[in-house]
């Protein structure tokens, strides 16, 4: 069975697409049917921020200004930048 990114909101699932490794969460989230907000897609403004609550979406060593130490540590992806590997669980954050 291939691996999948799913989206949650809750213990509401809305939407899943098989795990591009060179695919963004925002490209994974398109391709399943929703939308994520963006802006910079640079991962400078923290708009595209999801929670990753299973699998692996890997951070860069020198963390782009949109996310911290903190954020990273409570599960905090941004999605116009990083990519899923394997099976991903995302939080889909209610806008700010």
Known sequence: MA??????????LLG?????????LVEHALEAGLSLPT???????????????RG????PEALPPG????????GARLGCILRPSGDVDIEIRPPI
């Open 16 to 24: 899943q697409t098989p795990t591009k490794e060179e695919q963004t």
């Open 39 to 53: 802006n910079c897609t640079s991962g400078t403004c923290g708009s595209c921020m999801v929670t990753l609550l």
């Open 56 to 59: 692996r979406v890997d951070v």
């Open 67 to 74: 996310l911290d130490e903190f954020l990273v540590d409570e």
């Open 3 to 12: 691996p999948l990114v799913r989206f949650f909101r809750g213990a509401t």
